[in-house]
């Protein structure tokens, strides 16, 4: 397609009409059910949003002008299909940029060029770059078992052996690479990092991302550390660089980097809210989340453009089933990828507002295949209605219990209710992070059955009258949320 915003966004609305509260004018209110069987089939809100988003804005990197111009796109866009309320809440960052240099090479013994990236928090080598020898550790265990010292002058490559799996669960496993190999690297002596991306795919793509410099290694200074340049190889790059430790035969390999981020300072990110407006204002909302935000080298249709169109559409179709009585209310958070700052900012603003139950769609676009809660123990039966109305679409019960999406952090902050659609994470690494995050990735059918769970938990849940009893314990953030 290639329409523009508005003219798509009138033509939604000629087909579902929202008056300016935000509920269904049309007469013949069809049922949740009826609704969500028709998104299962016909939905094209989802896809209207992440393609508009990734035509019409592009990489949308927090803290800079593209992002600015995403906040702007979601807005018009929220007002043009009929929410209400919409506004954008701007917060405050330190902003980082990749810069334009990014080079590796292998000066010695096997002289050739690698594809690298910077990875988020990365100061400069300088466009001269530098030039050390590599030491190899195969996981993140491994370089904090090196002795004190021992990577002086040094550049540290970090492996990991992370695979596909429907859950996204080896993320949490092979994750530290990232998030905070360079800072214990740093300690070590190293002068800089380079690691095997965080990732699945075989593409000469390195996954992007942020790394932390805080002390990881259980001492009382949890101060922040000196930063120093650190990077991603392609997945092929680093397997190349494995073999070439092999046939050394302890020659020393040596690597010329050249990485050239800047920070910029402080600079405005945002959080662009919306809503559907309940029948009972008293009544604390449902809350979808998302974020806009992406990194620079793609335009974030999986990561997470997709999830925003989810959430936006689910919240249309609850009012084409007639004014829901709590107001639902999206979310669609900025600086997630840089360190979770508009759902920190988000939270912080509104902690006195109490959230009935919180939901993130942050995973994709593939078909959700699991439900689950914080409360099927202390809500049984809302646990048991919600489980029971999603199975037609092939999702299944389950006892694990709901941490919440990055974005969420309003809800574990507030000890509420929080429900976890997991989706199918087979095929979501091969793409996170990376160049090929491209909206042709996105599986018309598997969103519109996102859309089709979507629309049937938030309609269930924004026409529950009673509380959500969670007990009181929520559990902390996933690991998935070091994005």
Request: net charge negative; glycine share 10%; proline share 6%.
């Amino acid at each position: 397609m290639k329409k523009s915003l508005l003219t798509t966004a009138a033509a939604l609305l000629i087909a579902a009409p929202l008056s300016a509260d935000g509920h269904s004018d049309a007469g013949n209110t069809p049922s949740l059910e009826a609704v969500a069987d028709d998104a299962l089939e016909n939905d094209k809100v989802a896809w209207d949003f992440v393609e508009g988003v990734t035509t019409e804005v592009g990489p949308r990197q927090a803290g800079t002008e593209a992002e600015t111009r995403g906040r702007q796109w979601a807005v018009a866009w929220l007002n043009a299909n009929g929410f209400a309320n919409v506004a954008d809440e701007p917060f405050e960052m330190e902003t980082w940029v990749p810069g334009d240099l990014h080079r590796a090479e292998i000066t010695s013994p096997f002289p050739q060029p690698l594809v690298i990236q910077p990875l988020g928090g990365s100061i400069s080598t300088g466009p001269d770059g530098i030039t050390a020898e590599v030491v190899m550790f195969d996981n993140v265990a491994a370089l904090r078992a090196a002795p004190e010292g021992s990577l002086q002058g040094k550049i540290a490559y970090i492996s990991h052996s992370m695979t596909p799996t429907q859950d996204g669960s080896q993320y949490g496993f092979a994750g530290p690479a990232r998030w905070v190999g360079a800072g214990i690297a740093e300690q070590k002596g190293a002068v800089a990092t380079v690691i095997k991306s965080v990732g699945t795919d075989y593409h000469r793509n390195p996954h992007v991302g942020g790394t932390t410099f805080r002390r990881t290694d259980g001492s009382t200074d949890v101060g922040r550390l000196v930063p120093t340049p650190a990077g991603a190889l392609s997945l092929p790059d680093a397997a190349n660089l494995e073999r070439m430790f092999e046939r050394a035969n302890g020659r020393p390999i040596m690597m010329k980097l050249t990485l050239t981020p800047e920070n910029l300072g402080t600079t405005i990110s945002g959080n662009v809210v919306g809503e559907i407006v309940g029948r009972n204002p008293d009544l604390p909302p449902v809350l979808l989340a998302c974020h806009l935000d992406s990194w620079w080298n793609a335009p974030g249709a999986f990561d997470d453009g997709a999830g925003c169109g989810i959430i936006a559409a689910a919240a249309l179709n609850v009012a084409k089933s007639g004014q829901p009585l709590r107001t639902i209310r999206v979310l669609f958070a900025g600086a997630e990828e840089v360190g979770l700052f508009g759902s920190t900012a988000y939270s912080a603003a509104h902690i006195n507002e109490p959230i009935a139950v919180g939901l993130e769609s942050d995973f994709g676009a593939d078909r959700i295949w699991r439900f689950e809660s914080n409360f099927r123990e202390t809500n049984p039966d809302l646990h048991a209605r919600l489980a029971n109305a999603v199975a037609r679409f092939g999702v299944a019960n389950s006892t694990i219990v709901a941490r919440g999406g990055a974005d969420l952090n309003i809800v574990r902050d507030q000890g509420g209710a929080i429900i976890d659609l997991q989706q199918d994470g087979t095929r979501y690494f091969d793409l996170h992070h990376t160049p090929d995050d491209t909206l042709d990735k996105i599986d018309p059918v598997q969103l519109r059955q996102n859309v089709a769970v979507w629309t049937t938990v938030a309609g269930i849940l924004a026409n529950e009258s009673a509380s959500i009893q969670t007990g009181g314990v929520i559990p902390s953030a996933p690991a998935t949320m070091e994005d």
